[in-house]
């Protein structure tokens, strides 16, 4: 088939991010071998599910084998198979539905969900950990265990995350709010000031409350903490410091669980920020705890 910029960018609603990845194809396409031409327009046609695909059942799928995959990869210019779907997916992530990833999870399922599920969380977990922005991650640190007052902003599927991270900031520092009210973003922000942190947290697809309040905080001249998935994600444009988690999942739910372990490392270090504060916070808390019976221990 002929390739060109118009056949994607019709069928996508003008995604214009797709086109660095049809465009690759176009300049390598007359030296490909029959395979990769066979592959090359198996891709154009069929990216949005590509994205949840390995290369073996890529490979089945095209009628090709899992060799021809990793080579075509190389082939365009890309590191190997997944640096090539990484690309794709950053594309398409936020136009999937949940019932579009329902239907792909069903065509791509490889073997038992228990498996399936707990590989790929492992396997986001590791990820983040390795391309995680230290330098980032420190100054989150700082800003958090230094700010007058710190609002965390989440909604929807990113709500636990939310209340998770703000239950143990307020435990620690004692100056932490949950913003989750969906009736005014800016009547919840409304006293935020330069001296203060605010956390957003949100992953494709990105809820618009969320990166409006962080468009606000910013603008009232907060320090914004964005935690996302990606560098394509509306919040980084309004985050002064930038946190990404790995959360891809063949299925029609949100992994969690690299967003979640990247939260409780950030909880861990505020407090070794002032460890001795930490300790006479906690110890408060126990006496308390134990005086109100809070735990059920006989």
Known sequence: ?????????????????????????????????????????YLSDNYDK?????????????????????????????????????????????????????????KSAQG???KDVMSRDTLNI???MEELDMASFNEAVTRIANARKIFVVSFRSAASLGSFLQYYLQILLRNCTLVSSTVSIVDDLADVTAQDVVIGISFARYTKLTVEGMQFARGRGAHTVAIT???????????????????????????????????????VAVSTENPESTKQRLAELEALWQQYQVYDIE
């Open 112 to 114: 038992h969900p228990v």
């Open 126 to 128: 590791r990820r983040t």
């Open 229 to 267: 998935d990606t560098h394509t994600s509306p919040l980084v444009r309004y985050g002064d410091t930038v946190l990404l988690a790995h959360r891809d999942m063949a299925y029609f739910i949100d992994s969690l669980a690299a967003p979640l372990s990247l939260i409780n490392a950030l909880i």
């Open 1 to 41: 088939m002929e390739l060109t910029k118009s056949n994607i960018t019709h069928r996508n609603g003008g995604f214009h991010g797709i086109v660095s990845f049809i465009k690759k194809i176009q300049e390598n396409f007359h030296g490909m071998s029959p395979k990769h031409k066979k592959m090359a327009g």
């Open 50 to 106: 590509v994205v949840f695909q390995t290369a073996k059942a890529l490979a089945e799928d095209v009628g090709v084998s899992e060799a021809t995959v990793i080579r075509f990869a190389t082939h365009i210019g890309y590191k190997g198979y997944p640096d090539m779907v990484k690309a794709m997916s950053e594309m398409v992530r936020s136009r999937i539905t949940t019932v579009d990833r329902l239907q792909l999870s069903l």
